[in-house]
């Protein structure tokens, strides 16, 4: 009975805590500094600022650093605070063409106005370990640096890209864009009642969970669906974000913040005015994300079949059960409480246990 | 607002302000409350904000809790029953760090606000008392319809058949109702709710009650409640009476009674003693003390 022994509870807990906080500085390891975290695992930090749902890079570095690296618990962190920040305005829509690019590819065209920039991806790289990074020391990083650097012209990347769909729609591949004036669905602020609009479907997949978005789309792909998607352009990059003055009204430039977004085009539908067209997948998220806002978009373009064709036929087509699930910190919130003490909901399922084995002629539990 | 609102919030935002959430969601929790008690036993959806503390850990009740306290408020936190489990004490860390002024309880009559997880108090509750409960699973329909649009139509039609025909085929099959906590109650005579994962034992305790009971759950973004002097009715057959659990001894016929304090009326936890011995004591920690003190002045 210790865990629940009168002050045993609190103690425990503050127990834990010193043990949790004692694991970090064990050893002969220097503390990990925020700008350590930021900068040499920007990946892992990129999916807890998405999947936080708050941007703040700083307080994304502070949360790993207290969370021991967990990133289900580090998007926690940044969700937990922004529970605290009241909603002081809303932005126009942005357009994503004013990003200042670090990678775009697709995978539609061999070549796309603007060319495509394969740009920092471990995606054609071999899984090779260099053994040689187990021991780097500073003056290695600064020789990285000074190398990259060192042969690298002025700025000579335009500063913005056209969108590859634009060809598309162009020629009437693609629907055009509908001008949808209706203020988007805030999930902060609302619950979901289904059925829910389309931009609450996509902001919640936009802080979902990576490998639960991921494990969802990954079964439309594999069989259990058709989308079939076609990437029709991806792209990372720093997106400058305009916010209302709070005097005047007119928009100015409050910062900018890393963005993936990903289009997906799949196999064409019948359109209203006849023609077959293309239809359109979207995806995008806080941070450099490429597998979350892929299997994003796949899952967009999904929920949607079902939407038109007014029939669920795959789970990753039912809009509850992708929108519900996918969330990391409530699915893990969830999971983890099962270790919390159950033994009042025990004692009754006991008690009819065995009244349902008395009834059935099997002996009772005998007493000891 | 309240005067104390706004002390705390440190620029940095560093710290934190009272009751931990800002201002619009407390108002917008108490507006849901209002919409709860006006409509007893139908689930109001509130935009659920997420608390410090792991979803299923009582981010509901915490919610709740929060929009109700103010800094003159006696808050009892109990988990199980008791008041020193680690996540009552948690909750009740929480509060003490986020809501200066507040004090705490472990008598459940000093405390105006009561927050709890799977048990409501031995203790009748008064007026001005509130039992916060947490909820994990709002939806009693769950068990038989998994699409919740669908479920939120067949409570508004009190579309409740598929319910009891999942109790008759307990009964079919075992004889016997085997919903063993979560009961589903019927409210006012036309909600049915899931009334959290407290003990068909605590059910009875929901109906024309003095106090105000709150459910949240966080997860699921729902708020209902149950308030005083209404009708709570367990759902069952006119010839199955609704039983609470029997701490009977099945080859004595004897009643097991708590082994600190000797109450045979209060529900149990059983557990192996340290010699593997089947034991029993009261699961209301406060119950349980209240006994032994009244016994301790008596001698």
Known sequence: MAYVAIRGGADAIKGSARLMDALRAMGASAPLELDQIERQMPLLHSRVLSEGGLYHPRLASLALKQSLGDSLEAAFFLRAYRSTKPRLGETAPHDTRAMRIIRRVSAAFKDIPGGQMLGATPDYLHRLFRFELMDEGAERFADIARDWFGDRPGAQTPTTFPKVLDTLRAEGLLPPLADDETPPFDITREPLIFPVPRSAQLSTMARGETGGLLALAYSNMRGYGDVHPTVGELRVGYLPVMVPHPVTGKPMEAGEVLVTECEIVAMFEKADSGAPVFTLGYGACFGHNEVKAIAMAVLDRAISVAREKGRIANPSEDPEFVLLHVDGIESMGFCTHYKMPHYVTFQADMDRLRAARAKTGEAADAPR | ?299
């Not at chain 2, 209002?34 to 959806?45: D, L, R, T, Y």
């Not at chain 2, 009977?248 to 149990?268: I, P």
Request: aromatic residues 8%.
């Open chain 2, 1 to 299: 607002m309240h005067p104390v609102d706004a002390m705390g919030q440190d620029r940095d935002g560093a710290a934190y302000g009272f009751a931990f959430l800002d201002e619009d969601a407390k108002r917008e929790l108490r507006r849901a409350i209002f919409k709860a008690v006006c409509i007893p036993g139908h689930q109001v959806p509130y935009a659920s904000r997420e608390m410090p503390i792991a979803r299923g850990f009582g981010t509901g009740g915490m919610q709740l809790t929060l929009a109700l306290l103010g800094p003159s408020d006696c808050v009892k936190v109990i988990d199980q029953g008791a008041d020193d489990s680690v996540n009552a004490a948690n909750i009740r860390a929480f509060f003490a760090l986020t809501c200066p002024g507040v004090t705490g309880a472990l008598r459940t009559e000093a405390a105006s606000v009561i927050q709890t997880r799977h048990r409501i108090p031995e203790q009748p509750l008064r007026a001005d008392q509130i039992l916060v409960l947490q909820v994990p699973y709002p939806d009693p329909l769950v068990v038989v319809e998994p699409n919740a649009a669908r479920r939120r139509r067949m409570h508004g039609r009190a579309d409740y058949a598929r319910l009891w025909v999942k109790l008759y085929e307990d009964m079919v099959a075992f004889d016997e109702i085997t919903i063993s906590h979560r009961y589903p109650t019927r409210i006012n005579g036309h909600y049915i709710i899931d009334p959290s994962p407290i003990p068909r034992w605590d059910v009875p305790k929901l109906h024309r009650a003095e106090c105000l009971y709150l459910f949240g759950a966080g997860r699921e973004k729902r708020i209902y409640a149950v308030p005083p002097h209404t009708d709570a009715i367990p759902i069952t057959f006119n010839d199955v009476a609704f039983a609470v659990e029997s701490f009977r001894d099945r080859t004595t016929g004897k009643r097991h009674v708590c082994r600190r304090c000797g109450a045979d009326d209060s529900f149990l936890d059983e557990f192996p003693d340290e010699d593997g011995v089947r034991v029993f004591q009261c699961s209301d920690a406060a119950w349980c003390a209240m006994r032994l003190d009244r016994m301790e002045a008596a001698e």
